[in-house]
């Protein structure tokens, strides 16, 4: 099927837009009709996720290219019970400076409507209403922009496009002394360093938290050294033990997060130092080499642990865990395969999900593992590293209950700190509690509730400081003395995502993608593309698990199984087709999908995940 006959045969109305409220429209209620005359692009997005936060930064530079032609409408359809609350959605927008538009769905009903499988999702619908393309996952630029470019002229020349400004409207944002911060650390003289993530700088306190002492950054969004430096959104922050400061020449190690940088910090005079990575999000490739020619992908925390000898990096953009050498200036993978999961062993094969908390434990490397709501560890095993949970049983259970651990529940917890006695508190973000693990007994209970998005914390003269992110400041909730309590009416709650409904026996997965205008798959060194499966459990598939150069793959599920998850990871290179260009600007897309499934008889066969383009079959 040629792509002109496909695009015909899958020219389908863009369903109604339902939600509960508009964002950045002024109070003003939108239809799709609204829309009439522009090219719609819906970016179907969770606020928890990574990948939807990747997608975001994305589309800047597409947005102002085609301001004229381009309204891009964010569909927010949470995945966890906080990002539903209309509240934090709004901070949510605030927090990722999201300047366009954004329909609340909290029910799921547009997600369902336009059949997404995946945070994030793309579709672009054209000017009369149609569904012209549809991407799941990051690294779409090139495409849409491909698609945007034939889409204006088809309108233009057919009198369908109308150019102008778009219904978005800037809400206000009030002043307060930090905003949206991260991480918080304890300096050698007692004073707290903050990293101040929507304000783009780091912030020193005194002691007691409320008095700033002095701000490093100008508070503007960018990547520059020294006594001026700039940070876009930084979060974690670790501090080197002396002897390798006094190496290196610099003190504090920062987690620069929308950069893909780690910084360094020279307390003496405040002056910041490039340390890792290039500013480009690392997609596909090594993970290992030089610090600064190494790609890093949304560092989310940083912390030094001797046992591994150098800084362990919470590598929130792709499930692993970095390592990064000061004195010797390299970095290198340290846990995790970039499959998104919960799966312990041998580091090299272990399965995370946006890890964004780290915690020096000793012997142990303590972890909040955010996406499956975990509490995990990591310790020296067998001649090298292992990692473990204590809490935590997948990408899509969560809740707030107390007691022994297999039956505890977090809700997308973003930090960790280790107590005076041994136990761990955690950040329980979107529960707005803090909660404390014993290893000793294996028990979890509660310190505190009502913390506004607690982020991350650290322990001062053996008090709990705890950064309340959602409420912009520095908070202590556990007074000297308050012993950890049992929760009342504790829940246990799932993702409203529905699961995916697929036959029993034998079924086909096929990952639909289609390059982009102007583009082929690149087939010059080898297959241009690779797919990799996996499951949970690892019994629900009998064959079809492993990696292959197949879109395509035929899976054989166990009998006995009515629900799983299946992980799939797709990847697919394209370049220019234009015979005549010497040296043609080629693009890799990747997509990692984590799809629960219902099986029963009477499903389909056929399970299509759109990675970019449209299902021909559909």
Same mark, same amino acid.
């Given at each position: 099927?040629?792509?002109?006959?496909?695009?015909?045969? &899958?020219?389908?109305?863009?369903?109604?837009?339902?939600?509960?409220?508009w964002l950045n429209t002024g109070g003003k209620e939108l239809q799709l009709k609204d829309f009439r005359g522009k090219i719609l692009i819906l970016d179907f997005w969770t606020f928890c996720c990574i990948n939807c936060l990747h997608v975001l930064d994305e589309l800047r530079p597409l947005e102002a290219e085609f301001a004229d032609e381009v309204v891009t409408v964010g569909v927010h359809s949470p995945k966890f019970e906080h990002e539903a609350d209309p509240d934090a959605l709004i901070g949510a927008v605030e927090r990722y400076a999201v300047h366009h538009p954004v329909l609340d769905d909290p029910e799921l009903t547009t997600w369902q409507n336009y059949a997404v499988k995946a945070w994030p999702t793309l579709v672009v619908v054209d000017p009369e209403g149609y569904v012209v393309h549809v991407a799941a996952g990051e690294g779409h630029v090139e495409a849409l922009r491909s698609v945007?470019?034939?889409?204006? !002229?088809?309108? =233009?020349?057919?009198?369908?496009?109308? /150019?102008?400004?778009?219904? #978005?409207?800037?809400? =206000?944002?009030?002043?307060? $002394? @930090?905003?949206?911060?991260?991480k918080v650390?304890?300096?050698?003289? %007692?004073?707290? +360093?903050?990293?101040?993530?929507?304000?783009?700088?780091?912030?020193?306190?005194?002691?007691?938290?409320?008095?700033?002492?002095?701000?490093?950054?100008?508070?503007?969004?960018?990547?520059?050294?020294g006594a001026a430096a700039e940070f876009a959104e930084p979060a974690g922050l670790a501090l080197l033990p002396r002897r390798v400061a006094e190496q290196v020449g610099y003190d504090v190690v920062v987690a620069d997060t929308v950069n893909h940088l780690l910084r360094g910090v020279r307390l003496a005079d405040g002056q910041v130092t490039t340390l890792a990575g290039t500013g480009?999000?690392?997609?596909?490739?090594?993970?290992?080499?030089?610090?600064?020619e190494t790609p890093l992908t949304s560092p989310w925390d940083v912390v030094w642990w001797e046992p591994a000898g150098g800084v362990v990096i919470a590598m929130a953009g792709n499930h692993t865990l970095g390592l990064f050498d000061p004195v010797a200036g390299e970095v290198r993978r340290f846990a995790g395969?970039?499959?998104?999961? +919960?799966?312990?062993? !041998?580091?090299?094969?272990?399965?995370?999900?946006? $890890?964004?908390?780290?915690?020096?434990?000793?012997?142990?490397?303590?972890?909040?593992?955010? =996406?499956?709501? !975990?509490?995990?560890?990591?310790?020296?095993?067998?001649?090298?590293?292992?990692?473990?949970?204590?809490?935590?049983?997948?990408?899509?259970?969560?809740?707030?209950?107390?007691?022994?651990?297999?039956?505890?529940?977090?809700?997308?917890? *973003?930090?960790?700190?280790v107590l005076p006695d041994g136990s761990v508190a955690?950040?329980?973000? #979107?529960? %707005?509690?803090?909660?404390? #693990?014993?290893? &000793?007994?294996?028990?979890?209970?509660?310190?505190?509730?009502?913390?506004?998005?607690?982020?991350?914390? $650290?322990?001062?003269?053996?008090? +709990?400081?705890?950064?309340?992110?959602?409420?912009? /400041?520095?908070?202590?909730?556990?007074?000297? %003395?308050?012993?950890?309590? @049992?929760?009342?009416?504790?829940?246990?709650?799932?993702?409203?995502?529905?699961?995916?409904?697929?036959?029993?026996?034998?079924?086909? *997965?096929?990952?639909?993608?289609?390059?982009?205008?102007? $583009?082929? @798959?690149?087939?010059? #060194?080898?297959?241009?593309?690779?797919?990799?499966?996996?499951?949970s459990p690892a019994e629900l598939l009998v064959e079809g698990a492993g990696v292959g150069t197949d879109l395509t793959r035929r899976l054989v599920l166990a009998d006995g199984i009515e629900q799983g998850v299946l992980h799939v990871v797709a990847?697919?290179?394209?370049?220019?087709?234009?015979?005549?260009?010497?040296h043609p600007a080629c693009r890799l897309t990747r997509q990692d999908w984590g799809v629960p499934i219902k099986i029963t008889a009477a499903g389909p066969k056929r399970l299509p995940l759109v990675m970019g383009g449209l299902d021909a079959e559909a």
């Open positions: 099927m040629s792509a002109e006959q496909q695009k015909r045969r &899958a020219r389908v109305r863009a369903p109604e837009l339902v939600g509960r409220q945007i470019t034939e889409v204006i !002229a088809e309108h =233009e020349a057919k009198g369908t496009l109308h /150019r102008g400004d778009g219904p #978005y409207v800037p809400p =206000e944002a009030p002043a307060t $002394t @930090l905003r949206f911060p991260g650390i304890a300096l050698p003289g %007692g004073n707290l +360093l903050v990293s101040d993530s929507a304000n783009h700088l780091l912030a020193e306190f005194a002691a007691e938290g409320e008095t700033v002492v002095r701000r490093i950054g100008t508070g503007q969004r960018g990547r520059a050294d480009e999000q690392w997609r596909d490739g090594s993970d290992s080499g030089p610090a600064l395969t970039t499959v998104e999961g +919960l799966r312990d062993g !041998a580091a090299d094969e272990a399965f995370f999900a946006q $890890t964004s908390g780290l915690a020096d434990g000793g012997d142990r490397l303590w972890l909040a593992d955010s =996406e499956t709501s !975990a509490l995990r560890w990591v310790e020296a095993a067998d001649g090298g590293f292992a990692v473990r949970t204590a809490v935590g049983t997948g990408l899509f259970d969560f809740g707030h209950a107390d007691g022994l651990a297999d039956k505890a529940l977090f809700q997308h917890p *973003l930090g960790v700190a955690v950040c329980d973000t #979107y529960n %707005g509690a803090v909660r404390r #693990y014993e290893p &000793a007994t294996g028990e979890v209970s509660t310190l505190a509730t009502d913390v506004a998005e607690p982020s991350g914390a $650290t322990v001062v003269d053996g008090e +709990l400081v705890v950064v309340a992110s959602a409420a912009h /400041r520095l908070e202590r909730p556990v007074p000297p %003395g308050v012993a950890a309590r @049992l929760v009342e009416g504790a829940s246990s709650q799932q993702v409203k995502r529905p699961a995916t409904e697929i036959g029993s026996g034998t079924v086909e *997965l096929a990952v639909v993608f289609t390059p982009p205008p102007g $583009t082929k @798959l690149d087939e010059r #060194y080898g297959p241009s593309t690779r797919l990799e499966i996996t499951s990847q697919a290179a394209s370049c220019d087709e234009d015979p005549s260009v010497e």
